[in-house]
């Protein structure tokens, strides 16, 4: 089983930029798939970028150019370097790692983009 816990989120203006980690422990961390979700309200949650075991990258399009997904196996942590943030970025993001079939999730952290 994997813990996880987010940090970074908060307040920022439009245009700014935040940096979102989240650490894992109890397993193998580099054996898992590890994904940034997030939840806008009155939406479903969304994939916004996953990277795999072999650091192969994925990103949704809205967020493309703009986001990148990292991961540092040493530190047990993934990280999601937001630039160019928009109001429509504003929702809680969600942690997942994922291996054999299992996915774990984080509680998740507030990001609001508001002038």
């Known amino acids: 089983q994997v813990q996880l816990v987010e940090s970074g989120g908060g307040l920022v203006q439009p245009g700014g930029s935040l940096r979102l980690s989240c650490a894992a422990s109890?397993?193998?961390?580099?054996?898992?798939?590890m994904g940034w979700y997030r939840q806008a309200p009155g939406k479903q949650r969304e994939l916004v970028a996953a990277?795999?075991?072999?650091?192969?990258?994925n990103y949704a399009d809205s967020v493309k150019g703009r986001f990148t997904i990292s991961r540092d196996n040493a530190k047990n942590t993934v990280y999601l370097q937001m630039n160019s943030l928009k109001p429509e970025d504003t929702a809680v993001y969600y942690c997942k790692a994922t291996r054999g079939g299992l996915g774990y999730w984080g509680q998740g952290t507030q990001v609001t983009v508001s002038s």
């Open positions: 109890g397993s193998i961390f580099s054996l898992y798939a």
């Open positions: 990277i795999t075991s072999g650091d192969s990258t």
